[in-house]
């Protein structure tokens, strides 16, 4: 039987073009595939999980997402034992013991006071809190290297993506006055829970072929002459068929080509390879293994 195929509406195809072409803008290749994952976040309002290994580019979506919609980042650095005062909110001590020292001598009831000293005024507002009480329009919440913090942290995560609100027991629920569009992303050293990803669009982020490479070399380094680019990006995705413990991404390429230029290198030969190792690799064993694979990869 053959299979039929609704096409995406115009629309909708406008809608993907305008997020790769302004992204282009903005300096950031995005794929076709990439581009309908944004386009679904903005239209269906879901989180988005962006998954790949070390600089490809997942943070960096957030970022550019935020720029092309115009609107604010506001970014949440995970990391193991990040905890709810890290992430949320915080009450500031030090300024409610002072505040309690100035209102001894006042009239205030005591209800008051406790009310006065559980308002939003000492409150340490962090990124998740920051995101829900946004007044405008929405932000671009970026919870970056989610993999990292550990999964209560994960299971609280959940509860917020659901509904978008806070509750602080002092204060009451807070709800989102604009719901943020959120990226997620990770780098996999651990595999996230199943109830976090149903929550979320997925998108996985691959090394690029030559050709998608090429042009993030020649739209970043604008300066760059075509064929140097083409040496490095040439050399840089070689090394990445090496088993190395760290292949290196696009922000390894990226760092080998401004060296180049800033060392005023016109051909990648077997001594600019040299002097540009430690942008690409990051380890005593990989250098090993690139040097000794070296001869071949020179052009
Ligand atoms: N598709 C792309 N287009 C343009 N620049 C890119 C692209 N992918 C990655 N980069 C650049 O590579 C670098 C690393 O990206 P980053 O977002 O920090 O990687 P990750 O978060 O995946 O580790 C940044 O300088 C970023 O701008
Ligand atoms: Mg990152």
Known sequence: MATSRIPASDAASEGVEAIVSGFERLGYIADRSLATALYLVTKLRKPILVEGHAG????????????????RLIRLQCYEGLDVSSAVYEWNYQKQLLAIKIEEGSDKTVEEKEKHIFSREFLLERPLLQSILVEDASPVLLIDEIDRADEAFEAFLLELLSDYQITIPEMGTLHAKHVPYVVLTSNRSRELGDALKR?????????????????????????????????????????????????????????????????????????????TLGCISKSVEDSAKIKAAGRGFAP
């Open 56 to 71: 490809l580019g997942k943070t960096e979506v957030a970022k550019v997402l935020a720029a092309f919609l115009g609107t």
């Open 199 to 275: 929550r979320c669009l997925y998108q996985w982020i691959d090394y690029p072929n030559l050709e998608k490479e090429m042009k993030i070399v020649r739209t970043r380094l604008p300066g760059i002459e075509e064929e140097l680019a083409r040496q490095v990006v040439g050399y840089v995705q070689s090394v990445r068929g090496l088993n190395l413990s760290k292949p290196p991404g696009i922000a390894e390429t990226l760092d080998c080509a401004e060296a180049l230029l800033a060392l005023g290198t016109l051909r990648l030969d077997e001594e600019a390879m040299e002097q």
